[in-house]
């Protein structure tokens, strides 16, 4: 992007900003020397901009300024921990709608990306559009086995539009960077890099189709969640051609009601479909607003209705370590356990190990503890989390990006549960669930199925595992590994490892144990059978299991 343009772009943003008074909103900041020079060659805003909230103000603004802004201010109103509550509220109504292109241009790129022409792809191809969004838009067709789909189609020069905004963003998060107080904690640099990898994902409609049809797999058949066919042979990088289907929007409730929908009945189902899919798919609709999510307007289906999901742009996944602290702090939250979130929290590796548990324990309490005493339905387990990453952040909380995004679906399938419900009990919904799907996952027989799927890996390090554990043990009776260590934090491990020794022996015997016990159970054939697995496999298994027990950590 060349200087003159990026100034020129700039001074546009410039002229917006005063036009919605939303100068104010900089103070403290180098941009407001320069916002100050230019109001008087800025028309003063309309009677009617004035009136409204700052947080209406902002959301228009960002409207007019084109898609890359739209979705700065999505990711922007996830970051409860950084914007006032009520901008927010504002920034989660940004819909990112605006004027179509015209539909004989959408039929040209169709024709381009396919590589051939229209009546050939299609037996009916509709040039009006369905829908308009700042990134595609979408047109109804029909193919010529009789199948009804629609056709979403990038927007032509889409891609040089956001790399231009990206790089504007990219300068400005740099100077707030270097200039900002607060700087370490916003971490804005990050929060463009997030922006970046959002539209990426989005500008290639073969990846939506990917994600479509792995979610598809996970609910094939369900009664709780439809996932539309992707037509693949109708598919590439800048055209997505999917099955069209007819539903309700989720928040439309008069045409709910009309249908005869059981509206509490769904509400807990969408709870328990997103819980679902975090904790047992690993693989969560991460753009799960109203728009995005309908309701099956099939009549048979009054009284036990099921959601349909649109648009998988975005989807979220999260690693197997934070998967289980994840669990295991919305577990803690729901027992009311503050030691326990405090001790998550620092084993996560989401907070710096020096931190005084007692501490962030007592933060905790102080955060939870008002909200039990208002009924369950009026809990919102999203603002617990919201609240706790805030005040964590006091104590060196480091944001972690997927969790922001897990965040963000967490607030939007609350805010549909409770317009569908306003009385859904949240936390009784989730709790059982939740539960189930942990014994589920950590059970023996799960715990077996993982160490036969590993078993090639196991045995082929197997051998070197002796000979690690005897130089690791040399180490520390000879005291060279303390020399070694050069991080503050390590330090002050080492300083406690009295303390630590039996639980070290006893992970290190309970491991290998384990590893033996994988080792006999692809080897011996002979012998003792209980359950199909050999009984010395048993022995082992169970013995490493109590050692490992013996060393995990007590609250």
């Not at 963003?169 to 959002?198: C, M, Q, Y």
């Not at 326990?340 to 190990?353: F, K, Q, T, Y």
């Not at 990453?389 to 995004?405: C, S, W």
Request: proline share 5%; glycine share 6%.
């Amino acid at each position: 992007m060349s200087s003159l343009k990026a100034a020129l772009r700039a001074s546009r943003i410039g002229r917006v900003l005063l036009r919605y008074r939303l100068d104010d909103l900089l103070d403290d900041t180098p941009a407001e020397r320069w916002l100050k020079l230019a109001r008087p060659f800025v028309p003063s805003a309309s009677a009617e901009i004035a009136a409204l909230p700052r947080g209406a103000r902002l959301r228009l603004a960002l409207q007019e300024l084109g898609p890359i802004f739209v979705k700065f201010g999505q990711i922007l109103s996830t970051r409860r921990d950084l914007i006032p509550p009520d901008v927010a509220e504002e920034l989660t109504l940004l819909q990112d709608k605006v004027r179509p292109f015209d539909g004989q241009t959408a039929r040209r790129l169709v024709e381009q990306s396919l590589g051939r022409d229209i009546d050939d792809a299609f037996a009916a191809f509709d040039t009006a559009p369905l829908a308009s969004a700042s990134i595609a838009q979408v047109h109804a067709a029909v193919l010529h086995d009789g199948r009804d789909v629609v056709v979403k189609v990038l927007r032509p020069q889409v891609e040089k539009q956001i790399a231009a905004d990206i790089a504007l963003l990219k300068s400005a998060a740099a100077v707030v960077d270097r200039a900002h107080p607060n700087a370490d904690k916003i971490r804005p640099r990050e929060i463009v890099s997030e922006i970046e990898t959002t539209l990426a994902a989005e500008l290639d409609l073969q990846r939506e189709g990917a994600n479509a049809s792995v979610m598809r797999r996970f609910w094939q058949d369900s009664d709780d969640l439809y996932i539309p066919e992707i037509v693949w042979t109708h598919t590439s990088e800048r055209v997505l051609t999917i099955e069209r289907v007819h539903g309700i929007p989720s928040d439309d409730i008069v045409a709910l009601d009309r249908a005869g929908v059981d509206r509490k009945a769904l509400a807990a189902k969408g709870v328990r479909v997103f819980y679902t899919q975090v904790f047992r798919d690993n693989f969560f609709h991460a753009d799960a607003h109203a728009g995005n999510i309908w309701v099956d307007a099939d009549p048979g289906r009054r009284e036990d209705p099921r959601f349909i999901a649109l648009d998988f742009g975005i989807v979220g996944q999260l690693s197997a370590q934070d998967q289980y602290y994840l669990a295991e702090n919305f577990m803690a939250i729901f027992n009311k356990d503050y030691r326990r979130i405090a001790e998550l929290h620092v084993e996560a590796g989401w907070m710096p190990a020096t931190v005084r548990i007692d501490e962030l324990e007592a933060a905790a309490r102080a955060i939870c503890e008002p909200y039990f005493t208002r009924p369950l339905s009026e809990i919102s387990l999203a603002e617990v989390l919201v609240k706790l990453f805030r005040t964590a952040q006091k104590y060196g909380l480091t944001l972690q990006p997927q969790l922001i995004l897990l965040q963000k679906t967490l607030l939007n399938i609350e805010g549909v549960g409770r317009q569908l419900d306003p009385q859904l009990d949240i936390w009784a919904v989730a709790k059982p669930v939740l539960e189930k799907i942990l014994i589920r996952r950590y059970s023996p027989r799960n715990v077996v199925r993982e160490l036969r799927k590993r078993l090639p890996e196991i045995m082929t390090h197997t051998p070197e595992m002796p000979r690690l554990v005897h130089g690791w043990l040399k180490q520390q009776v000879e005291g060279r590994h303390e020399m070694e260590i050069r991080s503050k934090e390590l330090v002050e491990l080492v300083q406690s490892l009295h303390k630590l020794q039996r639980r070290a022996v006893f992970a290190i015997l309970g491991s290998a144990l384990l590893i033996a016990a994988a080792v006999l159970y692809g080897l011996e054939a002979g012998g003792p059978h209980l359950l199909s697995v050999p009984a010395s496999a048993w022995i082992a298994g169970l013995g490493g299991l109590w050692a490992l027990i013996a060393a995990w950590p007590r609250r």
